[in-house]
């Protein structure tokens, strides 16, 4: 069972950055790809992006390729999520989970261990 602890959100104004953290404890995570997602009020948790247990490979929603960049550090047993440009309706609940699929997979059935969530505000 792996443990995911999510960090870094706060209350920024539009135009701001974060980056949130994903650390991973009761077990490495290097084997397997991970996943940021988001769940605004009112609304269905959805994708935000994906990377592959090497780094090698990331993926984003259309609503945030350009302005998010996912990264890992598997010696720290952690991936990121570094939000420029944050626009209103980036706000959300933040959450990280660990992909199942093999293959690599944006669909959240793929994706366990889910994190408690970091809250992420952004004033217009």
């Known amino acids: 069972q792996v443990q995911l602890v999510e960090s870094g959100g706060g209350l920024v104004q539009a135009g701001g950055s974060l980056r949130l953290s994903c650390a991973a404890s009761?077990?490495?995570?290097?084997?397997?790809?991970m996943g940021w997602f988001r769940q605004a009020p009112g609304k269905e948790r959805e994708f935000v992006a994906r990377i592959t247990r090497s780094g090698g490979v990331t993926r984003y929603a259309d609503s945030v390729k350009g302005r998010f960049t996912i990264s890992r550090d598997n010696a720290k047993n952690t991936v990121y999520l570094q939000m420029n440009s944050l626009k209103f309706e980036d706000t959300a609940v933040y959450y990280c989970a660990r992909d199942t699929s093999g293959y690599g997979s944006s669909e959240q059935r793929w994706y366990d261990d889910w994190g408690q969530g970091t809250q992420v505000t952004v004033s217009s």
């Open positions: 009761g077990r490495t995570v290097s084997s397997y790809g």
